[in-house]
């Protein structure tokens, strides 16, 4: 008898976390969702249990956590695979964001990284080792465009996803010859609370929305089982046309600035 795949889905109690949530569900998945908040991770399990006609032991399991604390890190996963026995895929979507950089106090920077990076290294070391007895598994991390393409101002924010590509990138080499697949998800501005409460430049109705990062679950979960993906970047349309004319712009700014090594510049 095949065994119900689990997938455990870290920020699950709502926006991305949630979405993907979703999205797992109707691929058949028994969902573990891990959050601070015990209120909202109840009123995220009744929400997905009604819209996805799940009842009794294949409603969503609940684990509160705070991430930032290393050993609630660590017990929640130990809880996870103790009820489970087994984990098919690991979806790091818990994340913070506080701008600032060189100005940020040492408390603050130290949870922008215990948050965004030291907690999915605990849990993908708790998790991995599953996965390889397994012998398969699929880890997908949200990082951020700011993981690509750091940004003035949000040093700390930028160094802590900049962390989780490196970590994503090695697992990605490490495990995937293993059984083991593992991608990085790295969007721009995305329709939730903390972007709402970041001052987005764009209105929500040109972000990326929530269930276009579970679609790009989606699309990965439909490769096939020979195919790897490291990372998938997702940019808002309006961000694009923007940041390529700031570019040009400097360049502009730049010939002017040296117009006769411009002008003799030979290719």
Same mark, same amino acid.
């Given at each position: 008898?095949? @065994?119900?795949?689990?997938?455990?889905?870290?920020?699950?109690?709502?926006?991305?976390?949630?979405?993907?949530?979703?999205?797992?569900?109707?691929?058949?998945?028994?969902?573990?969702?891990?959050?601070?908040?015990?209120?909202?991770?109840?009123?995220?399990?009744?929400?997905?249990?009604?819209?996805?006609?799940?009842?009794?032991?294949?409603?969503?399991?609940?684990?509160?956590?705070?991430?930032?604390?290393?050993?609630? !890190?660590?017990?929640?996963?130990?809880?996870?695979?103790?009820?489970?026995?087994? !984990?098919?895929? +690991?979806?790091?979507?818990?994340?913070?964001?506080?701008?600032?950089?060189?100005? +940020?106090?040492?408390?603050?920077?130290?949870?922008?990284?215990?948050?965004?990076?030291?907690?999915?290294?605990?849990?993908?070391? @708790?998790?991995?080792?599953?996965?390889?007895?397994?012998?398969?598994?699929?880890?997908?991390?949200?990082?951020?465009?700011?993981?690509?393409?750091?940004?003035?101002?949000?040093?700390?924010?930028?160094?802590?996803?900049?962390?989780?590509?490196?970590?994503?990138?090695?697992?990605?080499?490490?495990?995937?010859?293993?059984?083991?697949?593992?991608?990085?998800?790295?969007?721009?501005?995305?329709?939730?609370?903390?972007?709402?409460? @970041?001052?987005?430049? +764009?209105?929500?109705?040109?972000?990326?929305?929530?269930?276009?990062?579970?679609?790009?679950?989606?699309?990965?979960?439909? +490769?096939?089982?020979?195919?790897?993906?490291?990372?998938?970047?997702?940019?808002?349309?309006?961000?694009?046309?923007?940041?390529?004319?700031?570019?040009?712009?400097?360049?502009?700014?730049?010939?002017?600035?040296?117009?006769?090594?411009?002008?003799?510049?030979?290719?």
């Amino acid at each position: 008898m095949k @065994e119900t795949p689990v997938a455990v889905v870290t920020g699950g109690s709502r926006g991305i976390g949630r979405a993907v949530a979703r999205e797992l569900a109707g691929w058949g998945y028994r969902l573990v969702l891990v959050a601070r908040s015990r209120e909202n991770l109840e009123a995220a399990r009744a929400e997905l249990a009604k819209e996805c006609g799940l009842a009794g032991v294949d409603q969503p399991d609940i684990e509160a956590a705070d991430l930032a604390d290393a050993g609630a !890190v660590r017990e929640a996963a130990a809880a996870v695979t103790a009820r489970h026995g087994r !984990v098919d895929l +690991l979806f790091n979507g818990a994340g913070i964001s506080v701008p600032g950089s060189f100005e +940020l106090d040492e408390p603050v920077f130290s949870r922008l990284l215990a948050v965004n990076l030291r907690a999915p290294f605990l849990l993908m070391r @708790e998790i991995v080792p599953l996965m390889l007895r397994q012998g398969r598994g699929r880890i997908i991390n949200v990082a951020s465009r700011n993981g690509k393409v750091a940004v003035a101002g949000l040093g700390g924010y930028s160094a802590s996803k900049f962390g989780l590509m490196g970590l994503g990138e090695a697992a990605y080499r490490e495990l995937a010859a293993k059984g083991v697949s593992v991608t990085t998800i790295c969007p721009g501005w995305v329709n939730t609370d903390m972007a709402a409460g @970041e001052g987005a430049s +764009l209105p929500p109705e040109a972000m990326i929305q929530p269930e276009d990062i579970a679609r790009t679950v989606r699309w990965l979960l439909s +490769l096939g089982p020979s195919v790897r993906v490291m990372d998938v970047l997702l940019e808002c349309a309006g961000d694009v046309e923007r940041r390529a004319s700031v570019e040009l712009a400097k360049l502009y700014a730049l010939r002017d600035r040296h117009r006769e090594e411009f002008d003799n510049l030979v290719l």
